[in-house]
């Protein structure tokens, strides 16, 4: 194994600006707490799972601030598996697939509440689901390319439509079943962004930086302020306007290196 693509910093020798990744200090903190502890990565996967579809459900009660806070911890749970994996030394083809599902499937949970709490006509939830995604695929693509360049954690690649073996603490059934579900549900989305980007400017630093700002860690916070200042009703404004700017800016600055 080459060691350093899981026990050293996430991106490798890259030198980066994550703005989405602002809870991950705290994340390697716990994950360090839970390295001799009998718990396994999938089950931390789990933790933020669930935490997604409660967040959903209390913002579909009405009990905005408080779904929205505990949307903003689970972005910091949602570290700390990658964190433990690479810590163990145990890269996983079935933590990198659960948990891109486990998110998906909390994500259409949390917009199917906000769309049922705050009257969007289904069109714009389902709009808004689909834009989300595709902005969390921008963000991955430029994380995965920054993280090749620095040697950094290479679980993850860009085109996930080659079925991978499975490591030898792994089930090749298991991996087999999550990859095949990933490849039908967010090969799309792979794709099309690969498509759209283009070479990227010097070390990636700048598509790195501004596609950031669209991760679900520094998403979270953003929502949380709003539900803050009682002022949700802006989230199709953020979501379809701000960031979906920021998707253009990044992919036709990528396209101009």
């Known amino acids: 194994m080459n060691k ?24 390697r903190v716990v994950a360090k707490y839970l ?6 990565v999938i089950q931390v996967t789990n933790i933020h799972f669930f935490l997604s579809l409660f967040s959903a459900w209390l913002i579909y009660e ?20 990658g964190e433990l994996a690479r810590i163990r030394e145990r890269p996983s083809h079935v933590g ?19 769309g049922t709490g705050l009257d969007w006509k289904i069109g714009l939830t389902s709009i808004m689901i689909i834009s989300i995604l595709l902005q969390y695929s921008l963000f991955n693509h430029f994380s995965i390319r920054i993280r090749m360049l620095g040697s950094g954690d290479l679980t993850s690649r860009i085109d996930e439509r080659v079925r991978p073996v499975a490591q030898p603490w792994e089930n090749q059934t298991t991996v087999n079943f999550l990859h095949a579900l990933y490849v039908v ?6 794709s099309l962004i690969s498509k759209l980007s283009g070479k990227g400017s010097n070390e990636l630093r700048f598509e790195l930086f501004v596609s950031s700002s669209l991760g679900y860690g520094m998403q979270s916070i953003v929502i949380f302020l709003l539900a803050l200042t009682q002022s949700l009703s802006y989230l199709p ?3 379809l306007g701000v960031n979906s700017f920021l998707a253009v800016l990044v992919l036709v600055r990528s396209r101009l290196a």
Request: charged share 20%.
């Open 62 to 81: 009405n009990y905005l601030l408080t779904g929205c806070f505990l949307l903003v911890i689970k972005g910091v749970i949602d570290a700390v598996d």
């Open 96 to 114: 990198r697939y659960w948990d891109t599902i486990a998110d998906t499937i909390g994500l259409i949970a949390v917009m199917w509440a906000f």
């Open 35 to 40: 390295e001799k502890k009998p718990i396994t």
């Open 237 to 239: 404004h953020l979501i």
């Open 185 to 190: 549900l967010f090969s799309w989305q792979d």
């Open 4 to 27: 350093s693509s899981h026990t050293d910093k996430k991106y490798g020798s890259a030198d980066v600006l994550n703005l989405s990744e602002w809870g991950r200090p705290v994340a």
